[in-house]
T-cell receptor, first 115, second 115 residues
């Protein structure tokens, strides 16, 4: 059981480039989300999805797009990378109902640097 | 809006000692979850312990326990018999019980266990 798989683990971009961070889960979880982690700050929610075809914005959505065409995949797109998007990105998932055992399942993260 | 505050940016203790990490939160909700997550240098996010606000009994997981004071909005983590492998960032997080996804995170506490 692979859990939540994120690729790539590291990426360097130049300002203005675009790229897609991939996230896939094999646990049939309804809920998926993207967070960014910056030094001295907690994780901040970028976008989330409660099921295929349904997405919504989180706390810091500007500069990012998402789509959810399948239950398994939830890619994050950077349209025109900026240095302010240098961060560690985490994808996470959880089932809609966990019977009181709620927890997030995290991917291993992507370290993104924008020069 | 909910906020989570971790007032200790960094702590260090000797191996085998007991250490307590502080977390306070602000919410007008009555039903919610609180979490402590551990992030070792590997960057992986690992759930340490979870507390449901409607439960008066403090959660425990082996050497990890919490002191949950609902009226004071305090949620501290106690690590007993600390081990070198406990060295990590520790994050406190809040989630409304009827939330689609929204975890609100503290800024984290860097814990160093010295041999």
């Amino acid at each position: 059981n692979a859990g939540v798989t994120q690729t790539p683990k590291f990426q360097v971009l130049k300002t203005g480039q675009s790229m897609t961070l991939q996230c896939a889960q094999d646990m049939n979880h309804e809920y998926m989300s993207w967070y960014r982690q910056d030094p001295g700050m907690g994780l901040r929610l970028i976008h989330y999805s409660v099921g295929a075809g349904i997405t919504d914005q989180g706390e810091v959505p500007n500069g990012y797009n998402v789509s959810r065409s399948t239950t398994e995949d939830f890619p994050l797109r950077l349209l025109s990378a900026a240095p302010s998007q240098t961060s560690v990105y985490f994808c996470a998932s959880r089932p809609a109902w966990a019977g009181g055992q709620e927890k997030l399942f995290f991917g291993s993260g992507t370290q993104l640097s924008v020069l | 809006a909910q906020t989570v505050t971790q007032s200790q940016p960094e702590m260090s203790v000797q191996e085998a000692e007991t250490v307590t990490l502080s977390c306070t939160y602000d919410t007008s909700e009555s039903n919610y979850y609180l979490f402590w997550y551990k992030q070792p240098p590997s960057r992986q996010m690992i759930l340490v312990i979870r507390q449901e606000a409607y439960k008066q009994q403090n959660a425990t997981e082996n050497r990890f326990s919490v002191n949950f004071q609902k009226a004071a909005k305090s949620f501290s983590l106690k690590i007993s018999d600390s081990q070198l492998g406990d060295t990590a960032m520790y994050f406190c997080a809040f989630m409304k019980m009827d939330s689609n996804y929204q975890l609100i995170w503290g800024a984290g506490t860097k814990l160093i266990i010295k041999p």
